[in-house]
């Protein structure tokens, strides 16, 4: 047991051009290896295109899409007594299902056909913007997979 005190929430940093803390989040979750100045890049230029496909506010486009993904119910692994693993569903805060939501459009981002990364993702958040999509439909599967197991919700 830690004889420490509880650790203070460090609250996430505002990116350099459009100073929000989502856009900061997205930046976070595309960087690999440390590499910030292309992640940034790639943002960019998919909120770039974003702007050219929907002629509208592209942080309204980003921030739609990410509102549309976010589960409010998700499954988590329980094992019983006897040893086999059960999924039982849970209910999800809001700072994990934004952190899912980020997750699951970057995986349906990388999964699309397409040139490049910046359009790929562009695509990908046009798409759960407006209700379709690979995000949305992780979305649906694991609000149907919490449906089907709603019976052993007494489990958590």
Same mark, same amino acid.
């Given at each position: 047991?830690? /004889?420490?005190?509880?650790?203070?929430?460090?609250?996430?940093?505002?990116?350099?051009?459009?100073?929000?803390?989502?856009?900061?989040?997205?930046?976070?979750?595309?960087?690999?290896?440390?590499?910030?100045?292309?992640?940034?890049?790639?943002?960019?230029?998919? @909120? $770039?295109?974003?702007?050219?496909?929907?002629?509208?506010?592209?942080?309204?486009?980003?921030?739609?899409?990410?509102?549309?993904?976010?589960?409010?119910?998700? @499954?988590?692994?329980? /094992?019983? $007594?006897?040893?086999?693993?059960? $999924? @039982?569903?849970?209910?999800?805060?809001?700072?994990?299902?934004?952190?899912?939501?980020?997750?699951?459009?970057?995986?349906?981002?990388?999964? /699309?056909?397409?040139?490049?990364?910046?359009?790929?993702?562009?695509?990908?958040? @046009?798409?759960?913007?407006?209700?379709?999509?690979?995000?949305?439909? $992780?979305?649906?599967?694991?609000?149907?997979?919490?449906?089907?197991?709603?019976?052993?919700?007494?489990?958590?």
């Amino acid at each position: 047991m830690s /004889r420490r005190g509880t650790a203070e929430k460090r609250t996430a940093k505002s990116d350099p051009i459009f100073r929000n803390r989502l856009v900061n989040m997205v930046v976070n979750r595309i960087m690999k290896d440390g590499k910030n100045t292309l992640a940034y890049q790639i943002l960019y230029r998919a @909120v $770039k295109k974003m702007q050219q496909k929907t002629e509208t506010n592209p942080l309204l486009v980003l921030c739609q899409a990410i509102r549309r993904v976010t589960p409010n119910i998700g @499954v988590k692994t329980r /094992r019983n $007594k006897k040893g086999s693993t059960r $999924k @039982v569903p849970i209910e999800i805060g809001s700072k994990q299902g934004r952190a899912l939501a980020i997750r699951w459009l970057l995986e349906a981002s990388q999964k /699309r056909p397409g040139r490049n990364m910046a359009f790929k993702l562009s695509s990908e958040l @046009v798409d759960a913007a407006k209700g379709s999509g690979g995000a949305i439909r $992780k979305k649906e599967a694991t609000h149907r997979m919490a449906e089907a197991n709603r019976a052993l919700a007494h489990f958590r």
